[in-house]
């Protein structure tokens, strides 16, 4: 492990959002880890079964360097979404461990639902927040002392960066190697990906589907 | 497992691009597992590091669920690129398997260097391919009987996709979602991970970029 990098503690827990995830990791991982080393953390060490769709946690299997319990103060979080959330959201240890570890860390960030698990660990109140569009509500719900942006791709606010659903995480990635390491770092990051980059926090696409999906579950 | 659905290979070997692989599973992921299972596939069953950037095999790992020895006969192989695709291309059981699967698959699809493997491996002889543009010589050079098209962000020919590099997987996966489930498939595929879908396939952005990481390397 390079000490001098910054360390990014990236969650897993079952029935996380593989693109969440390998997203933000893929952009991270072209920066070097010179610059910021990935590290994969759990409530246990071991496989942790992704999300498929908003079926569960039954897909590919991702190892968690890291539990919760043995894991060093990272300098950077990055919290992903998926249908595991909703368990999540009533895990006391979850919640304890992004407290803890939001308190110290330089950078928290979130993508899709994973806003909500930062929302109900208490970490966002006071500050601009976004989430999923399609299930917004289960973002929202979770504490009204959070100003939720209900159109934005990304929003940035002091240390925390959260994003819409999914794709957009890899725009939010971009934004925060931009800010960290300089614009040619985050071009040269989109370009080595291929990736077209949306450059507007503030447009977004998919607003215009505010909790479709939440009101087809009968959420809202 | 559900035996009605297409039964994806997902190959990983050491070194594999994080989003070649998890770009294409979150799309198909999307569709529900009523369609399409996702099967991790590797060498060897267990943990398999992905890349971090051109620095090789240090990165998250996946499970691999099934040997290349006791895998079944998959319907659709999907091959991602990577560093590790250098030394994949000197490995004779990698390239046995994609030979033997290959027969018998009815689709074959890889992500950008993931095409340099299975043209060294001899299945797109006589086909259209394409790969990921910064190092395309690394595909390119693998066989002269392929018909390499440098300008395209994923390429179909018969049951063979390919696309260019990392990102341009998922504009290729919406592409086959289409053709096998329709588009109202793809299209609620691509708004539920709030994606902007590419849906041109010979709109190629990252063209001009032809070689330049090879260059650089002194690979050309």
Redesign the interface.
């Known amino acids: 492990m390079n000490t001098q990098a910054l360390q990014l503690g990236?969650v897993l827990y079952p029935g996380f959002?593989?693109?969440d995830?390998?997203?933000p990791?893929?952009l991270f991982?072209?920066?070097?880890?010179a610059a910021i080393n990935?590290n994969?953390v759990a409530q246990h060490r071991g496989?942790v079964a992704?999300?498929?769709?908003s079926?569960g946690a039954?897909?590919?299997?991702?190892?968690a360097q890291y539990s919760f319990e043995d894991a060093p103060a990272f300098d950077m979080l990055l919290v992903p979404g998926g249908s595991g959330t909703l368990t999540e959201l009533e895990n006391e240890v979850m919640l304890d461990f992004l407290r803890t570890q939001s308190k110290t860390a330089q950078w928290v960030t979130s993508v899709c639902t994973g806003s909500a698990l930062l929302a109900k660990a208490g970490v966002l109140d006071g500050h601009r927040a976004t989430s999923?569009?399609?299930v917004f509500v289960i973002a929202s719900m979770q504490s009204d002392k959070v100003d939720w942006v209900e159109a934005a791709r990304w929003v940035e606010d002091g240390k925390f960066f959260t994003s819409?659903?999914?794709?957009?995480g890899m725009d939010m990635t971009l934004a925060i190697i931009q800010k960290l390491w300089g614009d040619e770092v985050a071009e040269m990051a989109a370009?080595?990906?291929?990736?077209?980059w949306?450059r507007d926090a503030d447009k977004d696409?998919?607003a215009k589907?505010l909790n479709v999906?939440a009101k087809q579950l009968g959420m809202v």
Chains 1, 2 share one sequence.
């Open positions: 990236a959002e593989m693109l995830y390998f997203g990791l893929e991982s072209v920066v070097g880890s990935i994969t496989p992704a999300a498929i769709g079926e039954i897909g590919p299997e991702v190892v999923n569009k399609q819409s659903g999914v794709s957009a370009s080595y990906t291929e990736y077209t949306h696409p998919f589907e999906l």
